[in-house]
């Protein structure tokens, strides 16, 4: 049973992907990371061993940390971010228990390499519709809450991939894009191993929105309309890309706990 400081693994994955998720932490050691070199959807990797030096940066914040299937690393660290000024809690289970009850987890080994700060740094086209900032969503909600993101000019993106060590998406002719029918999103949740039914139901709308398929969802269309008009609405990209997480935030927690809910009115209309 949870106490509390703990937390369940259904409870967790029910926070994952959301705005207000807290920082996931993996503290496995080196060896048992390079055993099974998969995180649970939004972690990041960091050592036990300095958590004096990294723990402030998460002050004022909750976190879940993990560690293999013992206590000691992930007890020890959860306390020390509390010294600090963390709602640290431990992961009931860790990651061993997660994995046990076949809950998502990111293949590291997909990831493109990340620059001297930890993060994921990826490259598109500017101007960004519906592809270009689901994406972003998809890797800041489920695979790296802190990687950057380049809008650069079409005929410029694989040049600044190579000389910035970005990864490029959405474009044509590399790993990170359409095949066939599949949008990059499709792609993304296919080959970071995270397909869930929210998810899978927000890759057909996005799909339906970014090849103008409106016939596979009757949500494509809206979804079409709301990233148009935030492209119209902002020149910066970066501005585009934080509006629209809160879009496809609302329109994950649709996909995953109201589909079924309807709306009319007057809502006291008398049954007949």
């Not at 036990?48 to 206590?71: Q, Y």
């Not at 996005?206 to 398929?213: E, I, K, L, N, Y």
């Not at 979804?223 to 890309?241: I, T, W």
Request: proline content about 6%; aromatic content about 8%.
């Amino acid at each position: 049973m949870s106490s509390y400081t703990t937390i369940s693994s259904d409870k967790l994955a029910r926070l994952i992907g959301t705005a207000n998720a807290p920082a996931l932490i993996d503290v496995r050691t080196d060896e048992d990371f390079a055993a099974d070199p998969r995180l649970i959807p939004g972690s990041i990797k960091l050592s036990h061993s300095n958590v004096p030096d990294w723990g402030s940066e998460f002050a004022g914040r909750s976190a879940i940390v993990s560690c293999l299937r013992g206590e000691k690393l992930a007890q020890g660290t959860a306390a020390w971010l509390r010294q600090l000024g963390v709602q640290a809690e431990t992961l009931e289970g860790r990651f061993e228990g997660w994995k046990a009850a076949k809950l998502p987890l990111v293949d590291t080994r997909k990831l493109p390499p990340r620059d001297a700060k930890g993060r994921t740094v990826w490259v598109t086209r500017a101007r960004p519709k519906v592809d270009r900032i689901a994406c972003p969503w998809l890797i800041r909600r489920f695979v790296d809450p802190n990687a950057v993101f380049l809008f650069v000019a079409p005929s410029e993106v694989v040049a600044v991939g190579e000389r910035f060590n970005a990864a490029p998406f959405d474009i044509e002719n590399v790993f990170w894009s359409h095949r066939g029918e599949l949008c990059t999103f499709d792609v993304m949740i296919e080959e970071f191993g995270i397909a869930a039914p929210a998810l899978l139901r927000l890759a057909t709308l996005v799909r339906g929105a970014d090849t103008a398929r409106p016939d596979l969802a009757p949500e494509a269309p809206g979804l079409l309309a709301a990233s148009l008009g935030l492209s119209r609405m902002y020149d910066d990209d970066l501005e585009q890309l934080e509006a629209g997480m809160l879009l496809y935030d609302a329109f994950y927690r649709w996909c995953r706990d109201a589909t079924a809910e309807t709306h009319n009115w007057p809502t006291n209309k008398a049954k007949a």
